[in-house]
């Protein structure tokens, strides 16, 4: 994977250590969990697991996860992934998450814009994602982003949940 900078930020490999700035940053907040597909960790050791499973992902030559930390502190404070793709078809969905404590800074926005530069710059011709109906937050950084909406549709709530919750769709094409 390729590292990114941006202005404020360095988009890197997650590795060994992560985490506790992981769940320090986002992993154990309920107020960041409840808008995403993951349950919010109880222990640490939950955030070792997830970690250890991105780690063999990368190993085994998953490239599109990002560790964002700010210039100058090489601490996790979000992370941006591909959660899904259609190599044939050329497209992506992204999914992304930051700690409460730097929302509405402008971060995610500058982290989207640089990765979706990056997946087109991978050959991907579309990159999409979606968000909670009512995650205005997320709504804003895709528009934001050049992202325009797509379309509504829905979603697992949860992983392993068989409940589904309505999203809407945004895509970005080049
Ligand atoms: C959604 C999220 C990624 C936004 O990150 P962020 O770094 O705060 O976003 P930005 O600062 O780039 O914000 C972009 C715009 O959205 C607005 N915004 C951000 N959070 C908002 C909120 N909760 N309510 C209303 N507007 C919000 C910002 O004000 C900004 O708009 P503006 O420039 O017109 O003021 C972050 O809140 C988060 O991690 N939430 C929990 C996980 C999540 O929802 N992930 C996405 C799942 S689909």
Redesign the pocket.
């Known amino acids: 994977m390729e590292i990114i900078e941006t202005e404020r930020l360095i988009l890197r490999p997650f590795r060994q250590g992560d985490q506790q700035a992981m769940f320090d940053s ?1 992993t154990s ?1 309920e ?6 597909r993951w349950y919010t960790h109880k222990d640490i050791s939950d955030t070792e697991a997830l970690l250890e499973m991105y780690l063999n992902e990368a190993e085994n030559g998953f490239p599109y996860r990002w560790a964002i930390t700010l210039k100058g502190a090489d601490k996790p404070i ?1 992370c941006i992934d591909v959660v899904g793709m259609d190599e044939k078809e050329s497209f992506c969905e992204i ?6 404590k ?11 814009r640089a990765v979706t530069e990056e997946l087109f710059r991978c050959g991907f011709k579309k990159v999409i ?4 109906t009512d ?7 895709m ?3 050049g992202m325009t909406f797509a379309a509504e549709g829905v979603y697992q709530e949860k992983f392993g949940s068989d409940k589904t919750i309505p ?1 809407f769709y945004y895509e970005i094409k080049r």
């Open positions: 986002w907040d107020q960041v969990a409840k808008w995403c979000g999914g992304y998450v930051i700690s409460r730097l929302w509405g800074k402008g971060l995610m926005t500058e982290t989207v994602a979606a968000c909670k995650n205005i937050g997320s709504r804003r950084v528009e934001k982003s999203v």
